[in-house]
């Protein structure tokens, strides 16, 4: 079992930048795939970005030059870090973990485990 529990959520102004964290916890050795996603209001899930137990990164290509996906050393905390912040990002915004691929998939179904998601609000 793995646990994954987001933060850095939160208002902020068009142009402006989060940093989103989800601390990972338990079964959490071997190869696997982390990635972040983001349901807006009446939207699909969104995949955003991907990294796997390689570090190899993969990106939406709407985020691309705006967030920057990373783990810490420990990998036990995933985050991240966004910028030129628009409207259009608006959303919970959750991560997942799930089986090693290169590179790591988009769809959903590839990921068994979820948080509960953070909350990103983007006004004008």
């Known amino acids: 079992q793995v646990q994954l529990v987001e933060s850095g959520g939160g208002s902020v102004q068009a142009g402006g930048s989060l940093t989103l964290s989800c601390a990972v916890s338990?079964?959490?050795?071997?190869?696997?795939?982390m990635a972040w996603f983001r349901q807006a209001p009446g939207k699909e899930r969104e995949w955003v970005a991907a990294?796997?137990?390689?570090?190899?990164?993969n990106y939406v290509d709407s985020v691309k030059g705006r967030f920057t996906i990373s783990q810490d050393n420990g990998k036990k905390s995933l985050y991240l870090q966004t910028s030129s912040l628009n409207e259009e990002d608006t959303a919970m915004y959750y991560c997942?973990?799930?089986?090693?691929?290169?590179?790591?998939?988009?769809?959903?179904?590839?990921?068994?485990?979820w948080g509960q998601g953070t909350q990103v609000t983007v006004s004008s």
């Open positions: 997942a973990r799930g089986p090693w691929w290169s590179p790591c998939p988009t769809l959903p179904s590839h990921y068994n485990y």
């Open positions: 338990g079964d959490i050795y071997g190869g696997y795939c």
């Open positions: 990294i796997n137990s390689n570090r190899r990164t």
